[in-house]
């Protein structure tokens, strides 16, 4: 199982980026998919999860008006569209899943919002 994150990067607040995901080693579309952040000296925390099934989505209400999950099953890749950033939305970035195998995390992605 591989996932492989990518689009971090550095952006001025109020900007936006797309996160991608491609995931490997396992049969994506049936499974849940997950984004998770940790920013310096806090805790990991989810940021969106899509289902397998009608691609349904859920958020922290702190983050639903600005964050938007999706997935494209034909290429096994998951993404996150970040609008509005702010300057605490600073965080590493990793894409999760939990299969029949276990949990399996990305290698993770920084986003930074400075200007």
């Known amino acids: 199982v591989q996932l492989v994150e990518s689009g971090g990067g550095l952006v001025q607040p109020g900007g936006s980026l797309t996160l991608s995901c491609a995931a490997s080693g396992f049969t994506f579309s049936r499974y849940a998919m997950n984004w998770f952040r940790q920013a310096p000296g806090k805790e990991r925390e989810l940021v969106a999860t899509i289902t397998k099934f009608n691609n349904s989505a859920y958020y922290p209400d702190s983050l639903k008006d600005r964050f938007a999950i999706s997935r494209d099953n034909a290429k096994n890749t998951v993404y996150l569209q970040m609008n509005s950033l702010k300057l605490e939305d600073t965080a590493v970035y990793y894409c999760?899943?939990?299969?029949?195998?276990?949990?399996?995390w990305g290698q993770g992605t920084q986003v930074t919002v400075s200007s």
């Open positions: 999760h899943c939990n299969i029949q195998y276990g949990s399996f």
